[in-house]
């Protein structure tokens, strides 16, 4: 009892003794480095964490804190790491006023934020990846110039152990600055954030970025993965400031809540429409372009309203709808279009079209857009993506058609359809060989749409889905206005949402293909942050070869004409623009060779690989050659090194060597005159195995059939036996795995000769090879498609004969019903 005493009162006086050069600062001239770029910390005013030499979290539970303590908050980040939270300033004078430093703390810091305000807390430790060139002389001699210790060591890193009262952070400093090292940093403490899931207010209602089946308007759920995949993508990129996408539309607010104007480029003349010509914002209920802009680039993670595709691209709002929604001259729509290519926009977003087949409707508009695709980004070309139009009714047969200039004959322009949220064609977007790509959107219109126009059509019960952002306060589309030729449901005056911060500045109310098009712009955003150097064609290219073939269509030479090249995939597209790593499936001892394709000019590659793989090829080579150490699953990973930071591509998994059968799976402890099915585990299809070669030892009289990866034996004699499996690849033949087997005598059923081609004899047994000549039994017959082909009842003797003469080769399932007993067996026909 003295002895916890004794260890609660150090734990307290710990925690009160911060040391006294502990002060606060306001700089950020505290970094760690990130490769060789240094990331600035920035130290929080009132947190402080401090690190144990040994687990403390459980005695704290029965501790009685001094008061000044026990009112602040104490979070544990894991068993040795406790962070303070100090309210007042009294509370860190008490605490920068106490002498002394006790054993049983090893390191006290600030805790830090980085750039995002992520909290990073210090602990006593390092990771540090020396080097290949390095030799284990100078590893020792840094070593023990900063008196650490290695507590774990393997091909991705170092983990080291700082000495008590040193700086973890000044000391990961000393080793990149050393010129000895890949990368050295602190072995932070932080939040992890699972597959990039923001907290914005209602980001679970965009179905259409991340589907899980979830409700989220009118009762409606779709399908698991109906969706483009977006928080995938932002584990690779969350987009670049420098990325512009031009909205060309009725106008976006400025300073929106989840839009400010410091991620706006707002320019004069950018609006071509009634009113300021230096003032492209949104009037009266024209909500339109603040729903395509929302969708596109809403602020991310900030706790209120949607998350924007690329949430950290700029959006440039360029106005051509008047207030009243009357028309406007051809020269201003055209005009709009050279104004974004002029002005800088990469990629221009276009959720309008006009009544008409023809693609050449507006001469000025077409050459307006062939510009644009090729002399705009210094002659990459601009992305012009456009909305394909609402007009179709599937529900009456009506396909519907592509409007200008959605339908323009010029390369690399992106038409958009409209998915819905179990990945089928919606009802309105056209089926026509001119759409490239669809996105999620609402399902369909509600009837009362089509019954004001005289025409049928629409489905009871479906309206706008689509959640994006609103302009505030009582105009847009939140409360729903009272317009009488407006969609009907929703309900004029409705508001959802109806609650939440600055729930007015968002709405549940957008559809058509006019939000599947801002979709594929935002991707289009992400894939151009990443590799900004992709020309507009090749843009298009991935897109397209990287979208979901869903929805059960016909998709001939990878095109449907209801969903062109499929749905949107965010994830897959930015990790193929990104270069990507490439070479073999399956890397032997005489090595593979790995390539990064599309390397970023002036980009240089750091390589990594996986257990069972070893570099032969020079660091930074391109391409790279790995050989075969062992056998097993591995990974070869490229890290690229480019003046804006690093960027880890995905893993390149491949299988080392010979193939490894881990186990087999089957009985172990079965009887004579059955059959037994055995497993070569795991059916692993990354080993590439094309043989397997089964062993029966000692064979005893029995059968072995050997069908690949599996194998049936026919057990007819009692014993023990071992039974070996082995699998070859492009590497060679691996090594047996054994599984031991015994067969013990038993009443059973014997079939003979097996396989056959006529005549069968089935035949029932007990121990000892007894007939069984006052039995009633039963015997079915099954095809390899397990159809009944025969059955037999009220059999008395121990025998029956089956004529198989015109059975179709095969292996055939056999149940016989004895008393009691179920026995099963395989006759195999073979001609």
């Not at 480095?33 to 040994?54: C, G």
């Not at 990961?172 to 699972?194: A, C, D, R, T």
């Not at 050459?367 to 609402?390: S, Y």
């Amino acid at each position: 009892m003295i002895k916890l005493k004794i260890v609660i009162a150090i734990i307290i006086i710990g925690i009160l003794i911060i040391i006294y050069s502990f002060k606060e600062s306001n700089t950020t001239d505290k970094f760690y480095y990130a490769y060789n770029e240094k990331i600035f910390l920035i130290p929080s005013k009132n947190k402080i964490v401090i690190r144990y030499n040994n687990s403390k979290r459980k005695e704290f539970k029965n501790l009685s804190l001094p008061i000044f303590i026990e009112e602040k908050q104490i979070e544990w980040q894991d068993d040795s790491t406790i962070v303070i939270t100090a309210q007042d300033r009294l509370f860190r004078n008490k605490l920068t006023n106490e002498k002394g430093w006790q054993n049983d703390i090893v390191s006290m810091h600030p805790v830090y934020k980085e750039e995002s305000g992520l909290e990073m807390y210090i602990t006593d430790e390092i990771l540090v990846k020396f080097y290949d060139n390095v030799s284990q002389k100078q590893i020792n001699e840094i070593h023990k110039k900063h008196n650490v210790k290695v507590i774990k060591s393997d091909e991705n890193y170092q983990l080291i152990k700082v000495s008590e009262n040193s700086d973890a952070l000044e000391i990961s400093i000393s080793y990149q600055e050393s010129g000895l090292v890949l990368f050295s940093e602190p072995n932070f403490i932080s939040k992890v954030e699972l597959f990039q899931i923001p907290n914005d207010e209602f980001f679970n209602r965009q179905f259409y970025l991340n589907n899980t089946g979830q409700i989220f308007t009118d009762g409606h759920w779709g399908a698991n993965d109906a969706d483009i995949d977006a928080p995938e993508a932002w584990t690779i990129t969350q987009g670049n400031n420098n990325i512009i996408v031009a909205v060309i539309d009725q106008g976006v607010t400025p300073n929106h809540p989840d839009l400010p104007n410091t991620r706006q480029v707002r320019l004069n003349n950018s609006n071509l429409a009634d009113g300021d010509p230096n003032n492209p914002s949104a009037t009266a209920n024209n909500n339109h372009g603040n729903a395509c802009a929302g969708i596109i680039a809403a602020t991310r993670n900030n706790g209120e309203g949607i998350s924007g595709i690329a949430p950290n691209c700029r959006i440039m709002p360029i106005r051509i709808c008047n207030t009243d929604e009357t028309g406007i001259a051809v020269d201003r729509v055209a005009a709009a279009i050279n104004f974004a290519r002029q002005n800088g926009a990469h990629i221009i977003s276009n959720s309008w079209g006009y009544g008409s087949t023809n693609q050449n409707f507006h001469p000025a508009i077409v050459e307006a857009i062939r510009t644009a695709t090729t002399t705009g980004r210094g002659g990459l070309g601009c992305l012009v993506v456009f909305a394909a139009g609402n007009n179709a009714r599937h529900t009456v047969g009506d396909t519907g058609f592509v409007q200008f200039p959605a339908n323009v004959n010029i390369q690399g322009v992106l038409t958009v359809g409209a998915s819905d949220r179990d990945d089928f064609q919606a009802d309105y977007s056209p089926t026509s060989n001119l759409i490239d790509i669809v996105a999620p959107s609402h399902r369909a219109y509600p009837p009362d749409v089509y019954i004001r126009q005289g025409r049928t059509g629409g489905i009871a019960g479906e309206t706008f889905e689509v959640w994006t952002i609103d302009i505030p306060n009582n105009t847009g589309y939140n409360p729903y206005p009272n317009n009488p030729d407006w969609v009907h449901p929703p309900v004029a005056g409705e508001q959802l949402p109806a609650a939440g911060i600055n729930f007015l500045s968002y709405t549940s109310r957008m559809g058509g293909t006019s939000a599947a098009c801002p979709q594929v712009a935002g991707v289009a955003a992400l894939m151009l942050s990443i590799n900004p150097n992709l020309t507009q064609r090749q843009v298009f290219d991935i897109l397209t070869a990287t979208a979901d073939r869903v929805g059960g269509y016909i998709y001939t030479n990878g095109r449907s004409n209801e969903l062109g090249f499929g749905r949107l995939n965010a994830y897959k597209a930015v990790a193929q623009a990104v270069a990507y790593v490439s070479g073999p499936a399956i890397v032997c001892s005489s090595g593979g060779s790995f390539t990064v394709n599309n390397l970023p000019t002036g980009a240089t590659i750091t390589w990594s690989q996986g257990p069972n793989l070893a570099r032969t090829s020079a660091q930074g080579s391109n391409p790279c050659t790995f050989s075969s150490t062992g056998s097993g699953s591995s990974w070869v990973r490229a890290t690229l090194v480019t003046s804006c930071g690093s960027v880890t591509l995905p893993d390149k998994v491949v299988w080392s060597g010979t193939p490894v059968i881990s186990y087999i799976s089957g009985p172990t402890y079965t009887p004579n005159n059955q059959w037994a099915t055995y497993y070569a585990m795991p059916n692993n299809p990354a080993m590439g195995v094309t043989d397997y070669n089964w062993i029966l030892n000692p064979l005893n009289g029995n059968s072995v059939y050997d069908y690949g990866w599996t194998a049936d034996i026919a057990f007819y004699n009692s014993d023990y036996y071992q039974l070996l499996v082995r699998g070859q690849n492009t590497c060679g033949w691996g090594s047996y795995t054994v599984t031991n087997i015994e067969v013990y005598g038993s009443k059973g059923m014997s079939i003979y000769p097996n396989p056959a081609s006529g005549e069968v004899t089935i035949e029932i047994q007990s121990s000892g090879d007894k007939e069984l000549t006052a039995t009633v039994w039963e015997l079915e017959i099954y095809t390899p498609g397990m159809i009944l082909k025969e059955k037999k009842t009220s059999l008395k003797d121990n025998k029956t004969i089956i004529n198989t003469s015109g059975w179709q080769e095969g292996i055939y399932m056999l149940r016989v019903k004895h008393g009691e007993s179920l026995l099963t067996g395989k006759l195999i026909i073979k001609r």
